[in-house]
């Protein structure tokens, strides 16, 4: 999508087999602009397929690669109205690729399911459709219909936000900053189902600080920005450091700086999100590859802010945020809800509770106001073991020590990179984020052709685990670090 206009597309890969990434080139294309025609055709395989409305779009249709598909007209005729145009395309499609129309005309009736609409639509997909089977400009690819169990057909960012609903999440405040946006209006748009809280904060500083006072008050809690907003939330992530409150931020970079290009993808932020804040505290930094681990890195984000009782800034991007993935449905069976959160009971039959105490881990007992009798006192100052702020520097010493302590712990409970390929590969591609897909495509095809190559892929970034980097890298291989930036469409 583009903010300010331009030239918008949506691409699809269409296979019987798990892929992992999109790939250049297109067998077919739709062109509902003049745009398409000028910018993309040249992205059209040697025997693909270009449709376009020549009347419409005022232009010569006489390329052997370009069907002439008077969308307009037939849309007019058959429904009436001018949107219609896209479901004749679409119909067009199905015929070409030699595909039934039963699979579409159910999707219309889940799509459409009041008044005519779902008839009107599937009657006008028939007409493209009939027409593509008397096609004389055959597309070279087909489709088949394959038995399978029912899928989801879902965007990064419903994942994550699906991820933070099994692992509890009660309230989640944000302003809106592309791409993050669907990932609170996805949930707000379930508030009567789930009982979660969403609120659409002034600014990204109100955001991260009405999240953090529902943490602090004891639920679940969450942001979600890009870049530019998180520049804004630091402040508090150093808060959230000193006062040892649980939370998960959703940072999805792209390209700045500044506003930079915000409908397009890029992996910029990994330096910021690990050093965000001031002072020096222990943070987790997370980046999920697909939708899956989307959902599944959510519920672990949650769970290590919560158990560990840090910040923990879930690193997505825009094309794993906007892209779309056909995936299995999550297995709930993997979800485990953690929390360090004492009962009201245990509260009241400690002795004196010691919100900040010194624990060889680091991580001490945690209770929200009002939960028991027990004083719960909190502040932003360097304090005592009680909560009372302080400038003894013993005591400065000792909270050192304990943020010290309690990084070691994050280091234990986060996870290796996942390697793939030979322990003993001479040559070794690194990863994260969103590359994930293609890597693993590309390294495959590599290997399939007898290349001595292996993928090590990080999702765990920080705090990083040099040690087991080096367990990974002990055969000494020649190393290609993969990142992301932003490529111009044209």
Not at 11 to 27: F, N, V, Y
Not at 236 to 264: F, K, Y
Request: include cysteine.
């Amino acid at each position: 999508s583009r903010i300010r206009g331009g030239h918008n597309f949506f691409k699809l890969r269409i296979s019987d087999k798990p892929i992992a990434a999109m790939t250049e080139g297109a067998d077919l294309m739709i062109a509902l602009d003049r745009e398409t025609v000028e910018l993309d055709f040249p992205q059209l395989r040697e025997n693909g397929l270009l449709i376009l409305d020549g009347d419409a779009l005022k232009i010569s249709v006489d390329h052997v690669r370009m069907t002439d598909l008077p969308m307009r007209k037939l849309a007019l005729e058959h429904g009436g109205k001018p949107i219609f145009a896209n479901t004749v395309a679409l119909g067009f499609v199905l015929g070409l690729l030699e595909y039934p129309l039963g699979p579409l005309a159910q999707l219309f009736g889940e799509n459409f399911p009041q008044g005519d609409l779902a008839a009107v639509n599937e009657r006008v997909a028939a007409v493209g459709r009939d027409l593509a089977m008397d096609q004389s400009n055959k597309c070279t690819v087909s489709l088949k219909p394959v038995p399978t169990s029912r899928r989801m057909f879902i965007q990064g960012n419903d994942a994550i936000a699906l991820g933070a609903l099994a692992a509890d999440v009660k309230f989640m405040s944000a302003y809106p900053m592309s791409p993050s946006t669907t990932i609170i209006t996805y949930l707000a748009g379930h508030e009567e189902q789930t009982g979660v809280v969403t609120e659409q904060a002034e600014d990204e500083i109100a955001a991260i600080n009405l999240a953090f006072g529902a943490s602090m008050a004891g639920v679940r809690a969450m942001t979600a920005t890009s870049g530019g907003g998180m520049a804004l939330m630091t402040e508090t992530i150093s808060l959230l450091g000193s006062t040892e409150v649980p939370l998960v931020i959703v940072n999805t970079q792209r390209p700045g700086p500044a506003t930079g290009l915000p409908t397009r993808t890029e992996q910029g932020d990994l330096f910021f999100s690990i050093y965000a804040g001031h002072g020096e505290f222990p943070k987790v930094v997370l980046a999920p590859g697909n939708a899956e681990q989307a959902f599944f890195d959510t519920v672990r984000a949650f769970n290590l802010a919560d158990t560990l009782q840090v910040p923990v800034i879930l690193l997505a991007e825009q094309h794993l945020s906007e892209s779309y993935y056909t995936v299995d449905p999550f297995d709930l069976e993997k979800v485990e809800r953690r929390t360090s959160l004492l009962d009201a009971a245990t509260l009241d039959e400690m002795g004196e509770y010691k919100r900040y105490q010194q624990t060889q881990s680091g991580v001490s007992p945690r209770a929200y106001p009002g939960q028991s009798r027990q004083l719960v006192l909190t502040d932003s100052h360097e304090h005592t073991e009680t909560g009372h702020p302080t400038e003894d520097q013993g005591v400065r010493r000792q909270i050192v020590e304990k943020r010290r302590n309690k990084t070691k712990s994050v280091l234990e409970a986060l996870q290796p990179p996942e390697r793939f390929g030979s322990a003993d590969a001479g040559l070794v591609i690194l990863g994260w984020g969103s590359t994930r897909g293609v890597l693993i495509e590309a390294v495959t095809r590599m290997q399939a052709e007898g290349e001595d190559v292996a993928l090590l892929y990080f999702t765990d970034l920080w705090p990083f685990s040099a040690e087991a980097t080096r367990e990974a890298l002990r055969a000494k291989p020649r190393l290609i670090s993969v990142e992301k930036g932003h490529k111009s469409v044209k």
